[in-house]
């Protein structure tokens, strides 16, 4: 582990909460908010792996709003253009967690990046309106590649990008999916489990599982010293 020279962060679920939208959702349609969101975040993903399996790719803003609106119609709920462009406009504004900020503080000596699914503009928008800006060096989206995560050819950006080598990326996330995805390419790679989930059966498993961020500092230099 001594030789990682950059952390590389997920964004979606790891540094900001998609279902802080929950309330935006729950304004346009009362106490349907949970459920929109739900589902809404579970098609964007199955949107994503099928488009990439299907070789029809399109950028994550538009797989976002198409989840959206399935999530709607598939709970009976009549959304209009207005109401879907209002709640794409609040996905730009999602909180990020609450020790994201002082742990990227702690480690801003680190070279920092985010890796996403992500288009730059909903990237960028998402660091500014958080605040991350000051610790994010590079802001990364698979949209160059024209396929998303899992598939090897978006973590290659990474490398590309970076000028680093696959053993020097300590890769965070929180989605089992992308920390498979991300191993099975060759970076160390940190799980952050925040709903306390089962690890996917798909024969890789992260080297750091952490509850939050904050486990990332202590659990990262232990391991730096376990492998010197
Ligand atoms: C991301 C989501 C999909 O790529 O986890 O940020």
Redesign the pocket.
Known sequence: MDQIQAIVF?????LFDVHSVVEACDRLFPDKGTQISEVWRAKQ?EY?WLRSLMGRYQDFRQVTEDALRYACHSLGLPITDAQEKELMEDYLHLNCYKEVHEVLKQIQNHQMAIF???TLDMLNSLVQNTGLDPYISDVLSVDEAKVY?PAPRAYTLVLDKLKLEREQILFV?A?AW?VVGAKSFGFHVAWVNRGNQTFAELGKNPDLILSDLGGLIASYWALRQKSE
């Open positions: 997920d964004a979606y679920g790891t993903l994503s996403s699914n992500g995560k996330s989605n992308d």
